[in-house]
């Protein structure tokens, strides 16, 4: 099925507008939310508010907001639907944290990780601290949003425990990794979107294709990231490139690289050598674009995109749809 062309929402200059001034107040809410639940008397809240103030794209509890809005009839959030999406931005906040110590990350937002600040020991206590603020974010929210969101978590940590298994697999297939990426991405992007129908009490039929459509959007994000891990604004994306290249990370680029290149063996001999050098990556990328490697991963975002076109489409028009759909254009175009 072909999806329709989204229509954007559209500043004074005539492109699209940086935050729908619709429903830009949730996100202030989610803001005063974090500030809130971050007790400035605690140390772990002190360094954590670094990373969880610094701005982000707030993807995450957007998404909750404007599937709780769509299914309510555009009813304002409650202050505990308020409290469910800050709950799960402080569960992807803990993801980071987690996540810049598994990659040896150097930099987030465009600034130096915690890891590199103050030391993986206390970038891994800082990540439990935002788990503990989550839970106590969420705990109100019923014991079915609870076991859902348990349930993600597992998720996503067994596609971050495929993904390490796999590092440096150069026979990972296409189907292998979009298996990693629905669960360690889309899982929780899926689990946002539906989270926000069910507290709003929708119909099963909207439930599901609010998780549908987070699924696809979360696996286009992903595939856009490694896309970006290649061609990306560092100053933009807020981190260095070739970051998954150089700790093995196999992703969808390079995946059909190795499948289609003429030059394969030197390519995995390049990739297997224990040390990548400046001038071994930059054979390595341009291998990849050179076979088409950054095309076919596009043409693949595209296809989840349109996927979660096709699910939008079969909601009733509303105002709540029309900023997911601004918000779907916004990641057409996305550069960080």
Known sequence: MKAAPVLPAVNKAGGPAAVPPLYSQDLLSVEEQLKQLLNPNQRAAVLG??????????LRPRLCLLAYR???GNSTPTPGVYKLATAIELLHLATLLHDDVIDNATHRRSEPSVNII???KTAVLLGDFFFSSFLEAAAGSGSDILSLLANT????????LSQAHHRLDLSLTENQYLAIIERKTAALIAAAC?????VARANQSTINSFRRFGHA???AFQIQDDILDYIGS????????YSDLKEGIITLPLIYALEHSVRKVHLSQLL???ELTAKAIGTIVDEVKKTGGLDYARQQAATYLNVAQEELMTLAPSPPKRELEWLLLTLTKREK
């Open 49 to 58: 508010a670094r990373l969880a103030l610094s701005g982000g794209k707030r």
């Open 217 to 219: 959007l979360g696996c």
């Open 194 to 198: 539906e989270v926000g129908a069910k």
């Open 272 to 274: 297997l050598h224990t």
């Open 234 to 241: 560092p100053n933009r994306m807020g981190k260095a490139l």
């Open 153 to 160: 978590i597992s998720n996503m940590v067994d596609g971050e």
């Open 70 to 72: 769509y299914s309510s």
């Open 118 to 120: 103050h030391g993986n």
